[in-house]
């Protein structure tokens, strides 16, 4: 559906939390961001967040519920930026 601005933030991901040894293709877009699957921490979701809302002007608050919820793969980010871009 949103297999584009999937792979585009997949690509931002790893620029931004400069994953070199992984291609756009290597993360699983369902795969979960944070613990298992990528492993990212807190850290890495502050300077993801601050990306995506430069990228492409969503805002989130960094404890809600929510924004645990969006950031849970990149599938769900990729829903989120879409919604938020009225796609």
């Known amino acids: 559906m949103h297999e584009a601005l999937e792979l585009e933030i997949a690509k931002l991901i790893i ?3 400069n994953l070199e040894d992984l ?3 290597d993360i699983d877009r369902e795969a ?3 613990v298992e699957g990528l492993g990212l921490d807190s850290i890495d979701a502050l300077e993801l967040g601050l990306a995506l809302q430069k ?3 969503v805002a989130m608050s960094p404890d809600s519920e929510e924004t645990r919820r969006h950031f849970a793969s990149v599938r769900n980010l990729a829903q989120f930026v879409a919604a938020g871009r009225g796609r």
């Open 15 to 17: 620029d931004t939390l």
């Open 55 to 57: 990228r492409y002007g």
């Open 32 to 34: 979960p961001l944070f």
């Open 23 to 25: 291609g756009p293709e």
